[in-house]
């Protein structure tokens, strides 16, 4: 069997940072690529979640083919019910910002998609939107799982490349099967803090825009995955604007630096 060389540009939580998304698409399209795949937390924040919808309506109606799977922020929106609503202003400002068919866009997104037979999609883990595939967090901050652990959570997974996000870190792991584990890290909000499973931090110590190129390269026969953690830089500063002005604080400071505090 022939496998046909593709080149894929992966992206993931977006978080409604409209100024983050539009210079990685800006940066993508240089890049001469076979599709799109964007792999969730798309419009949770406290930035422009109505201009990150439309803007990906905009993509889907250029591109086609272009692939978006649900991540746990997205059904944490379409889920919320009016308590939560009330006592979370950011979702409160997101549903106010929104409109009906956003909404339901997300509920009609899939949880996993299988690109090809050797690449496939997800949020956190083949079984759990909410479960880190890569890492663990018990000591405060991210560290490597044990190779073993990481193909228990694969759950009998045999794709050659499996693309999640969610942690928000940039990583290619390559298992003792073979197979490689990339993390796209995250468009638009380069570092939080969170008290499940236990508290930590995820930073990535850089303010920039993040995104994978993953490209099945073939070379004389033989296949070989090739992976390219990009970089982009953004007006940052504007975005961080938006999120003060919106009451997050912690989210102008991630923003501005990379970093969790200030």
Same mark, same amino acid.
Request: glycine fraction near 6%.
């Given at each position: 069997?022939?496998?046909?060389?593709?080149?894929?540009?992966?992206?993931?939580?977006?978080?409604?940072?409209?100024?983050?998304?539009?210079?990685?698409?800006?940066?993508?399209?240089?890049?001469?690529?076979?599709?799109?795949?964007?792999?969730?937390?798309?419009?949770?924040?406290?930035?422009?979640?109505?201009? !990150?919808? *439309?803007?990906?309506?905009? +993509?889907?109606?250029?591109?086609?083919?272009?692939? /978006? %799977? @649900?991540?746990?922020?997205?059904?944490?929106?379409?889920?919320?019910?009016?308590?939560?609503?009330?006592?979370?202003?950011?979702?409160?400002?997101?549903?106010?910002?929104?409109?009906?068919?956003?909404?339901?866009?997300?509920?009609?997104?899939?949880?996993?998609?299988?690109?090809?037979?050797?690449?496939?999609?997800?949020?956190?883990?083949? !079984?759990? *939107?909410?479960?880190?595939? +890569?890492?663990?967090?018990?000591?405060?901050?991210? /560290? %490597? @799982?044990?190779?073993?652990?990481?193909?228990?959570?694969?759950?009998?997974?045999?794709?050659?490349?499996?693309?999640?996000?969610?942690?928000?870190?940039?990583?290619?792991?390559?298992?003792?099967?073979?197979?490689?584990?990339?993390?796209?890290?995250?468009?638009?909000?380069?570092?939080?803090?969170?008290?499940?499973?236990?508290?930590?931090?995820?930073?990535?110590?850089?303010?920039?825009?993040?995104?994978?190129?993953?490209?099945?390269?073939? %070379?004389?026969?033989?296949?070989?995955?090739?992976?390219?953690?990009?970089?982009?830089?953004?007006?940052?500063?504007?975005?961080?604007?938006?999120?003060?002005?919106?009451?997050?604080?912690?989210?102008?400071?991630?923003?501005?630096?990379?970093?969790?505090?200030?």
């Amino acid at each position: 069997m022939t496998i046909q060389p593709i080149k894929i540009a992966a992206i993931s939580d977006i978080h409604s940072n409209i100024f983050a998304l539009n210079a990685v698409l800006t940066d993508i399209e240089t890049q001469n690529v076979d599709v799109i795949v964007n792999l969730g937390d798309i419009l949770y924040g406290p930035i422009a979640p109505k201009a !990150t919808y *439309d803007r990906l309506c905009v +993509l889907q109606a250029q591109r086609p083919n272009t692939i /978006t %799977i @649900r991540g746990n922020q997205d059904r944490q929106i379409y889920e919320a019910d009016s308590k939560e609503i009330a006592e979370n202003s950011t979702m409160k400002f997101i549903m106010d910002d929104l409109p009906i068919d956003a909404i339901k866009w997300m509920q009609n997104l899939p949880f996993e998609h299988h690109l090809t037979e050797n690449v496939y999609l997800c949020h956190g883990s083949p !079984t759990d *939107d909410m479960i880190y595939l +890569l890492e663990e967090v018990e000591s405060g901050a991210p /560290t %490597i @799982r044990p190779d073993k652990e990481i193909l228990q959570l694969l759950n009998g997974n045999l794709a050659q490349v499996i693309v999640c996000g969610h942690t928000h870190i940039p990583r290619t792991v390559k298992l003792s099967t073979g197979q490689i584990v990339v993390n796209t890290g995250s468009v638009g909000y380069p570092a939080y803090e969170d008290d499940l499973p236990v508290s930590h931090k995820m930073e990535t110590y850089s303010p920039h825009a993040s995104y994978a190129i993953i490209e099945l390269k073939l %070379i004389n026969d033989i296949s070989s995955w090739k992976v390219s953690h990009i970089k982009v830089p953004y007006d940052h500063a504007s975005a961080a604007k938006l999120a003060l002005r919106n009451g997050r604080k912690d989210w102008e400071y991630a923003l501005m630096t990379g970093r969790v505090g200030g």
